[in-house]
Structures are given as structure tokens and as C-alpha cells.
């Protein structure tokens, strides 16, 4: 029951936000005498407070606020009612667009009113603004990370949320285990996700971050660097010279078998022989690997 309201919300989205015929003159009533589309004053409309998106540019708003005033609004907000606020309204989608009616000086929004629970406000806002890329990295894991969290959802049925593969979401949660000043420069885009996915797990993580921003190194330098600063365990491969580089179709195995798997996959070959290594970030994962690897046989 809980998958099809997600994949309601997920294909329905575009619905909810520009087929106002269809909320008006079909589910309008299902939904409470409130609902449907109408023009609300700005100052009747307020922000959601556990909004995923955590970051505005000021230079987009605005820019987007200079074509409200030359074009108007084009497409309506998603509110829902206050229960506690009589006449008032919480943004469920489209924030960014009530902050730039502000800037804009406008009077009123056009916005869609429905009835909905925070479960379904929360999962609205994540997937409007994954699928439009408007989070940061950071954002996206906080949001990916909520709904597993607080709403019991698995990374799959995240995934499947909001048109993301299960390992981008994987991948994403992993960003969470590394220190709160490498997340910072993530925000700040001084790193991108690749580079910081190639910090996890190294103890020297922030120095090695900042040598990264100075000296501007790529992804592909970033793990050398990684690499060269991890100390070796005993007996390990690189006290015994180091591993010859990759070749393409071995790292594209790695990707296949990582998309097949939904887990971190590594392949260390040497001459025809070698091992294959999974890497799984929590007992869900494990889990969910031991079912695909069960179904396989």
C-alpha cells in the first residue's frame, strides 16, 4: 500500500504541479472543501520548515523574480492547509518561487490546495527537488536519510522514489560518514561528490581535502592521493609492491557488478587470479545483498 502512494506521489507530481484541471474537476472533492487551485495572498503562504532544499541563491531568486514580473507566474505552488492557522497555507512545492513573488513584490500566487500528511509533504518536497537537482549533495544524502530514517522507507523503495538507481542513493548516504568540515566545503562546492565519496574511510580525510581544493586536483588524483596517505595493514597487497593500474573493462565490470549488486564493488586482478570484494555501509545493504545474491542462484 505504502510503495503505491510513492509511486503515486513520484509520477504524480508534474500532475500535482501543472494539470490543475485535473485536481479541480476530478479529486477536488475527494480532497476536502479546500482544495483545488485559487490565487492566495503572499502573506497568507507559509514556508515549510523541514524543507529539504536548505540553500537559496540569492542570485536565482532574483533572477527568477525579474521574470515574474515580466512573464507572471506560469505555474502554480503546492500548498497545503494549516490546521492550526485558519486561511493560512504551508508550501509543500515551489518555495523558491514564493521567495521570488517577495522579491518581486507581487501580491498573491496561484497554488493548488491539498489536504496531505507529513509523511506525503516530506516525500513531495525530496522528490521535486532531487528530480530537479535542486539539493546539493548534502542535501540529497539528509533528505535520502530522513525518509529511511524517520519513515521506515528501504533504499530501494527511496530509490525507486525519486527515479534514482539504488546504488546513486547508496552512494549518496555514504557522503553522511565523513567529517562535518568536509561536508562544508561540499556545500560550498569546493568539492564535488566524487571527490568527497573519495575521502570515506581515510583517516587523514580533512587535510587531504584541503590539499585537494589547493591544489585542484581531479577525482582520478584525489584517489591516488587517498591512496598514497593509507597506512598499509600487514601482509596487505601494497606491502607487496604496488597494484598494477586498472584497466577499462576491469572498472567497467566493477560498475556493472556495483549497479547489479546495489553494493561497492572492487576487483583486484594480478595476472588471472585475484579477488572480488563487496562493501556494504549497513545491515540493510548486507541484507538486501545476501536477497539479490539468493535470487541469482
Given at each position: ?225 587517498v591512496r598514497k596517505h593509507s597506512a ?10 604496488p597494484a598494477p593500474a586498472k584497466d ?22 594480478q595476472g588471472g587470479a585475484g579477488e ?22
Open positions: 500500500m505504502m510503495a503505491e502512494g510513492r509511486r503515486g506521489l513520484g509520477r504524480g507530481l508534474s500532475a500535482l504541479l501543472g494539470e490543475t484541471d485535473v485536481v479541480e474537476a476530478g479529486t477536488a472533492a475527494a480532497l476536502g472543501p479546500d482544495a483545488g487551485l485559487r490565487e492566495i495572498p503572499i502573506e497568507m503562504i507559509r514556508a515549510n520548515p523541514h524543507q529539504p532544499r536548505r540553500n537559496f541563491d540569492r542570485a536565482e531568486i532574483e533572477s527568477l523574480a525579474a521574470s515574474l514580473k515580466e512573464k507572471g507566474v506560469l505555474q502554480p505552488i503546492l500548498v497545503r492547509p494549516l490546521a492550526d492557522s485558519p486561511g493560512e497555507y504551508q508550501i509543500v512545492a515551489g518555495e523558491r518561487r514564493w521567495r521570488a513573488a517577495q522579491v518581486a513584490a507581487l501580491r498573491s500566487l496561484p497554488a493548488i490546495v491539498q489536504t496531505l500528511d507529513d509523511q506525503q509533504v516530506l516525500e513531495i518536497g525530496i522528490i521535486e527537488n532531487v528530480q530537479r537537482t535542486d539539493l546539493n549533495p548534502y542535501e540529497e544524502a539528509l533528505a535520502y536519510r530522513t525518509l529511511i530514517d524517520t519513515f521506515g522507507h528501504t533504499q530501494e523503495a527511496v530509490a525507486e522514489a525519486v527515479s534514482k538507481s539504488r546504488p546513486h542513493v547508496a552512494n549518496a548516504l555514504r557522503l553522511l560518514t565523513l567529517p562535518q568540515a568536509i561536508l562544508t566545503m561540499l556545500v560550498e562546492g569546493q568539492l564535488t561528490a566524487g571527490h568527497a565519496r573519495s575521502l570515506i574511510g581515510s583517516e587523514k580525510a580533512v587535510d587531504l581535502a584541503r590539499t585537494v581544493i589547493r591544489d585542484g586536483l581531479s577525482v582520478r588524483q584525489t584517489e591516488a592521493l598499509p595493514r600487514p601482509g596487505s597487497a601494497s606491502n607487496r609492491g577499462h573493462d576491469t572498472t567497467a565490470l566493477e560498475s556493472d557488478l556495483a549497479e547489479l549488486l546495489g553494493v561497492a564493488v572492487t576487483i583486484a586482478d572480488i570484494r563487496l562493501r556494504y555501509d549497513s545491515l540493510e545493504q548486507l541484507d538486501d545483498l545476501c536477497r539479490r545474491l539468493t535470487r541469482a542462484g
